[in-house]
Antibody
Framework: EVQLVESGGGLVQPGGSLRVSCAASGFTFSSHWMSWVRQAPGKGLEWVANINQNGDKFYLDSVKGRFTISRDNAKNSVYLQMNGLRAEDTAVYYC???????????WGQGTLVTVSS | EIVLTQSPATLSLSPGERATLSCRASQSVSNYLAWYQQKPGQPPRLLIYDASNRATGIPARFSGSGSGTDFTLTISSLEPEDFAVYYCQQRSNWPPYTFGQGTKLEIK
């Protein structure tokens, strides 16, 4: 069974930094693209970043230069380092496994990041 | 960036009725469109990919159609557990992947 478990969310001040993590199990992690998707309170879904098997990374324009996605295949984990956080980054951050040719096939339960003074 | 517009914003129906949800893209996405269901407090679940293919384990009452810029998700006969928010998402032209704003399907 595929499992994705996020951690590391919390309250951070504007301009601060936070790293959220996602531990994966139940599939060959190193063979899959992984994404982070966020959802602001009461709002819709917004793709943030993804990383492929080779370590190539892609980002939403509004987070470029502030967020960095990375992966550790030995630990079956994907990370999102968030710097220069803004109030508008407040959201539940979901880790998702992309299924090639389909979409976001598996999701974690999410971790809440709140940016506030 | 491709903008996806869903309609209606809210749809009020009764169990047993047929639901028709729409998603329109600002430019062609071919058939690279997916649908997701999200219930309160839960992550989204993939329902339909490539416009018309049901994901693993999705009941046959869910179907998708369309290509280019206009897409439809149909639920043939609503079950109580189908009342949720539905999102469309394109993977034709990325980054970024984009989602529609969602349609809330509520019990009448």
């Amino acid at each position: 069974e595929v499992q994705l478990v996020e951690s590391g969310g919390g309250l951070v001040q504007p301009g601060g930094s936070l790293r959220v993590s996602c531990a994966a199990s139940g599939f060959t992690f190193s063979s899959h693209w992984m994404s982070w998707v966020r959802q602001a309170p009461g709002k819709g879904l917004e793709w943030v970043a993804n990383i492929n098997q080779n370590g190539d990374k892609f980002y939403l324009d509004s987070v470029k230069g502030r967020f960095t996605i990375s992966r550790d295949n030995a630990k079956n984990s994907v990370y999102l380092q968030m710097n220069g956080l803004r109030a508008e980054d407040t959201a539940v951050y979901y880790c998702s496994r992309e299924i090639g040719g389909q979409g976001f096939g598996h999701w974690g339960q999410g971790t809440l990041v709140t940016v506030s003074s | 960036e491709i903008v996806l517009t869903q309609s209606p914003a809210t749809l009020s129906l009764s169990p047993g009725e047929r639901a028709t949800l729409s998603c329109r893209a600002s430019q062609s996405v071919s058939n690279y469109l997916a649908w997701y269901q999200q219930k309160p407090g839960q992550p989204p679940r993939l329902l339909i990919y490539d416009a018309s293919n049901r994901a693993t384990g999705i009941p046959a009452r869910f179907s998708g159609s369309g290509s280019g810029t206009d897409f439809t998700l149909t639920i043939s006969s609503l079950e109580p557990e189908d009342f949720a928010v539905y999102y469309c998402q394109q993977r034709s032209n990325w980054p970024p992947y984009t989602f529609g704003q969602g349609t809330k399907l509520e019990i009448k």
